[in-house]
């Protein structure tokens, strides 16, 4: 099911003073270039709304197209915009962004509720997800990384959980945390029967989690803060840590549907 977007007459306003709508034009987009922004999004522009300037078959996408859709097609323009002179006092800015979260918190919405949290569940994640992203739409960076990095230990204390019984003491040593936990799903790189190219993958995936732990330190609002992110380093520590996360949740589901996984002892269960 979808949630209809709700982009209202003041909403509409100030997206088209942001991205220069005013003329008919979008920004410095041509016809071409403007098709294949949007074909970037999976969105044929053209094919769903071919009538009109640049800037109508915009409002028509914004008034008739889903939340999910609506906020995407708008972080994507503003990243697109970029910063420009005057922007820290710009209130269009402001309410863009607070349309973002509103869609976004739509999003949400759609999700199932469940009595019980199943943090190894691709919905529990993807949800988690929507969340970051809301906070990277509203400009909340160092929320966006100390959620990413919660979501990621999350997820590997629930699956030591379920491979041994219990999670380990790490004292927040998330790099020691996700090694045990990539070992007890077979996809650390010291497997003999690995590809190699593969093993450079899950070496990777450690380098993720070495860089996340002291970047959420320095830049994150989980403590005295060093210095600022960026938006686009927000953005790819977070990208990185979704990636993580979803692929060891997938990795358990995997084994376990195909039997791969031993139940824990019951030693390891009273650790």
Do not use: C, W
């Amino acid at each position: 099911m979808t949630v209809p977007s709700t982009v209202s007459a003041m909403d509409l306003r100030a997206v088209e003073d942001l991205f220069g709508m005013g003329s008919g034009y979008v920004l410095a987009f041509s016809n071409r270039t403007f098709a294949e922004f949007f074909a970037e999004l999976g969105i044929d522009i053209d094919q769903e709304f071919p009538e009109g300037s640049k800037a109508n078959r915009l409002r028509a996408f914004l008034r008739s197209s889903d939340a999910p859709r609506v906020a995407q097609a708008l972080e994507a323009l503003l990243e697109h915009r970029g910063t420009r002179d005057g922007d820290d006092a710009s209130t269009n800015i402001v309410k863009v962004k607070n349309l973002i979260a509103r869609l976004r918190k739509a999003q949400v919405a759609m999700l199932p509720v469940t009595r019980a949290v199943d943090v190894l569940s691709l919905a529990y994640v993807h949800e988690l997800e929507i969340k970051i992203d809301q906070r990277l739409s509203a400009a909340d960076l160092e929320g966006a990384i100390t959620a990413a990095r919660t979501m990621l230990e999350a997820v590997l204390v629930e699956l030591e959980k379920q491979l041994v019984g219990a999670p380990g003491d790490y004292k927040g040593d998330l790099p020691k945390q996700f090694k045990a936990v990539a070992k007890q799903l077979r996809i650390d790189d010291e497997r003999a029967d690995l590809d190699d190219n593969f093993k450079q993958v899950a070496r990777g995936l450690v380098q993720v989690v070495n860089g996340l732990a002291p970047i959420r330190n320095k830049m994150s609002d989980g403590h005295a803060r060093e210095r600022k992110p960026e938006a686009h380093h927000a953005r790819v520590i977070v990208n990185a840590a979704k990636t993580v996360a979803t692929f060891l949740v997938e990795s358990y589901l995997v084994q376990r549907e195909r039997g791969l996984l031993s139940a824990p002892s019951k030693l390891e269960s009273a650790r």
